[in-house]
């Protein structure tokens, strides 16, 4: 077991680099199960939600062949298996993606409930209603998903609520089915239209993707392609977000700014100073940031990925800011850990009122789920003094080299390992 330690107070200056993007690569990886032939998928994050699914692809069948630290080349054509254990599928949400994806491939498909991070119910019920229209039939075997078919067949699907995991699970199962598919209420988000243009490179038919309404014209086969995945804007705004919350000038690089823009014009409300470019964006900030109101919201609005840190900013705001969340039901759980470094926050349901205090202080906090864990790095750069941060492999799913990307702009961070109470005795 390892921690984060943190010594606060340094403002981050200098340049950073963004990975790919986590959310568009947890729907790709297993949508190269679909071809017929090898894919080559550049521009991959080294973080441990890749390595689960690449793990899993390999159990599958899938001979899978690492290039160079972001590129692999993975051959689909033995697999066999139509089963993911919870073994298998540990701790990942993704998971599900193996059911749209062996759906489409074998017509079958026997996969682990998903795990991955804990904010309230996590239903999955769109993606069954989807693959159920498309003509499988879904059971629960053994405690797994179970979904098979003779034949998968287009139909149109309405989404009871913006669902970015429906959305591309029935990308994946209607991509080769018999004829036309419509997905309404479809999810915009960038790694949507990521995964359509990964589809299309393979030779689908998909119209629309970004928009409310995907149309998916079912092929007979894809074949083999080389993919470069786009950037990682979570990663790029939690960076984004240190330097509001820290000070200082940074410039992140390998961004793709369309895809930042709701989070530009929140820093930008908060104070910050942000200069677009056409693969970057620079940020200075110099002052105490503002007070702001934050609604998160499926895309384009701003992204649910981002609250906590953007809360984690508004903690030593000059005012009063309230944030609110509308895309998951309790994912204000790490409130408590800023409320134990001194921040002012009361949650009430789905809505946390932050008022500003002048600093925050060091103290050991616990990461709750991935991008909370982020949240506290942020808070821990923002406190003068020594910060640990617990629970850190939340934060290993989806930040690639998290400390060597802030220790470059000038943050004092460690990671260090954790003595469990018996090699500790023994030290002594
Ligand atoms: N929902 C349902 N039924 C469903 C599906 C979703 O009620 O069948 C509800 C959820 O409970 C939630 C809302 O719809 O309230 C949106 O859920 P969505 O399906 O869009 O989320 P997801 O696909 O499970 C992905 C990201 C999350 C991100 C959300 C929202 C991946 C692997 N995960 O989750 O990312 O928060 O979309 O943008 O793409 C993260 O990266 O830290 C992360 C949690």
């Known amino acids: 077991m390892e921690k984060f330690v943190i010594n606060g107070g340094n403002a981050l200056k200098g340049e950073v680099r963004i990975s790919g993007a986590k959310n568009a690569a947890v729907a790709i990886l297993p ?24 793990r899993v692809m390999q159990e ?20 066999n298996s139509f089963v993911v254990t919870k073994e298998m599928a540990e701790g990942m949400r993704a998971s599900s993606y193996f059911l749209g994806a062996l759906l489409g491939r074998m017509n079958k498909a026997r996969v682990a409930p998903p795990g991955g991070c804990n904010f309230g119910v996590r239903p999955i019920d769109q993606h069954i209603k989807g693959f159920e229209a498309l003509g499988a039939k879904m059971d ?40 036309l598919t419509v997905i309404e209420n479809a999810a915009k988000e960038p ?25 998916i014209r079912g ?23 240190a330097a509001v919350g820290v000070g200082g000038d940074v410039l992140v690089t390998n961004v793709t700014p369309k895809h ?48 906590p840190q953007i809360a984690t900013v ?22 408590e850990q800023l409320t134990s470094m001194g921040a002012d926050v009361q949650v009430e349901g789905k809505m946390a009122v932050i008022t500003g205090v002048k600093n925050l202080n060091p103290a050991p906090v616990k990461a709750v789920d991935l991008r909370a864990g982020a949240a ?36 004092d961070i460690k990671r260090v390992p954790i003595m469990d109470n018996m090699v500790a005795y023994k030290n002594a």
Not at 33 to 54: G, K, Q, R, W, Y
Not at 157 to 179: E, F, H, P
Not at 198 to 208: D, R
Request: proline letters at 3%; aromatic letters at 6%; hydrophobic letters at 45%.
């Open 140 to 179: 629960i075997v053994k405690g797994m998903v179970d979904g098979k078919a003779s034949q998968l067949r287009g139909a149109s699907i309405y989404l009871d609520m913006v669902s970015v995991g429906a959305t591309i699970n029935i990308m994946l199962a209607a991509v080769k089915a018999k004829g």
């Open 60 to 79: 599958l069948g899938a001979n899978v062949r690492l290039i160079n630290k972001t590129t692999v080349e993975i051959d689909p054509k033995n697999i």
């Open 31 to 54: 949508a190269v199960m679909l071809a017929d032939s090898p894919c080559i998928i550049e521009n991959l994050p080294n973080i441990s939600d890749v390595t689960a699914i690449l």
């Open 314 to 335: 508004l903690t030593v705001c000059e005012g009063t800011s309230i944030v609110t969340e509308g895309v998951w039901d309790n994912r204000f759980r790490y409130i």
């Open 376 to 411: 506290m790095i942020i808070a821990g750069l923002m406190a003068k003094g020594t910060t640990e941060v617990e629970d850190i492999q939340y934060i290993d799913r989806g930040y690639e080299n998290i400390v060597e990307k802030f220790t470059a702009l000038g943050a």
């Open 260 to 307: 930042l823009e709701s989070i530009i014009a929140k820093l930008r409300e908060i104070g910050a100073e942000i200069t677009e470019y056409d693969e970057a964006v620079r940020v200075k900030m110099s002052i105490r940031p503002k007070k702001c109101n934050v609604k998160t919201m499926p895309h384009p609005g701003f992204p649910t990925d981002m609250q």
């Open 191 to 215: 790694h949507i239209v990521d995964l359509a243009n990964f589809l299309n490179s393979m030779g689908a038919n998909i119209m629309g993707a970004g928009t409310s309404m995907i149309k």
């Open 219 to 241: 092929v007979e086969s894809l074949k083999g392609t080389s993919y470069s995945i786009i950037p990682d804007q979570i990663e790029a705004g939690t960076y984004m977000a």
